[in-house]
């Protein structure tokens, strides 16, 4: 990483990496995405594939040529699916990543997350380190556009230099309907506030798990798909040890009691 790089990841909380992925490298993990999806029963969440909340209840009814667009996430793939698994060691970011986090290198989590066209939802301002069970709160995220990502599809919002604070509280909105599982806002936060990360396909940004960072609603005829691998180091530890880590090693060692 430049020393540049390093200096605004570490003031702003986040770096943009374009063209992180090639257009093969795109295309593959969509057909791979596309494969598992059709696997899945329609409207039933299995192995790691979650459906649309508006889908499930009837608000919105696809066709079975469409039945992909119905699908917000990919949770966890590499735990039901070789290919994903396999993915995880393949990626390019990995070597940026070890310079910020250390050689002992863990997968947290791994996410492919969908905004259907005309009906994908927002998420509103959150911290990534509000959901994941280790301490302390330092770990990266690497969000991958494998569509153009715009202001109008649901790119991805920041608050520049927000990684300085602490985890706050996260609540439900009460003020949107059909959000997914999973979907909190962050305490003290405005919608209208922070600065929107375009993206072109195979593009990313790379950013602290402290960093408020949100995303819009699909309003365009396309949909827009992501994928997000969440970095930690193997020396860490849970926060609440009476639940569970799941992570994956990656690079370096293990350690007893850490996650």
């Known amino acids: 990483m430049h ?22 490298f795109v295309r593959e993990v969509c057909a791979e995405t596309s494969r598992i999806v059709a696997a899945c029963p329609y409207g039933q969440d299995q192995k790691g594939v979650c459906w649309d909340r508006q889908i499930k209840e009837g608000v919105v009814k ?21 290919y994903f698994r396999a993915l995880l060691d ?12 250390g050689p002992d290198l863990k997968a947290y989590a791994q996410q492919l997350i969908m ?9 509103p301002y959150h911290q990534d380190g509000w959901y994941f069970n280790y301490t302390p709160s330092e770990g990266v995220a690497v969000w991958i556009a494998l569509d153009d990502a715009t202001v109008e599809n649901g790119c991805l919002w920041v608050i ?24 909190l806002e962050a305490e003290g936060t405005k919608r209208d506030e922070g600065l929107a990360v375009p993206l072109p396909a195979g593009s990313a940004v790379l950013f602290h798990n402290r960093l408020f960072h949100m995303s819009g609603p699909n309003k365009t005829a396309f949909r827009r798909r992501a994928l997000v691998t969440h970095y930690a180091s193997a020396q860490w530890k849970p926060r609440d040890p009476s639940k569970p880590c799941e ?11 850490c996650i």
């Open 90 to 101: 393949r990626m390019p970011e990995l070597d940026l990543v070890e310079e910020l986090l």
């Open 115 to 123: 905004k259907p066209p005309h009906h994908g939802q927002w998420q």
């Open 3 to 24: 020393p540049t790089q390093l200096e605004q990841y570490r003031r702003d909380g986040f770096l943009i990496l374009p063209d992180l992925l090639s257009p093969e």
């Open 247 to 257: 992570s994956v090693a990656l690079r370096g060692r293990s350690f007893a009691g």
């Open 160 to 183: 520049p230099g927000s990684h300085h604070g602490p985890l706050v509280n996260h609540h439900v909105p009460k003020d949107v309907n059909h959000l997914n599982a999973g979907f």
């Open 62 to 82: 696809l066709s079975e040529a469409d039945r992909e667009l119905g699908v917000f996430k990919l949770h966890h793939s590499y735990k039901h699916d070789a």
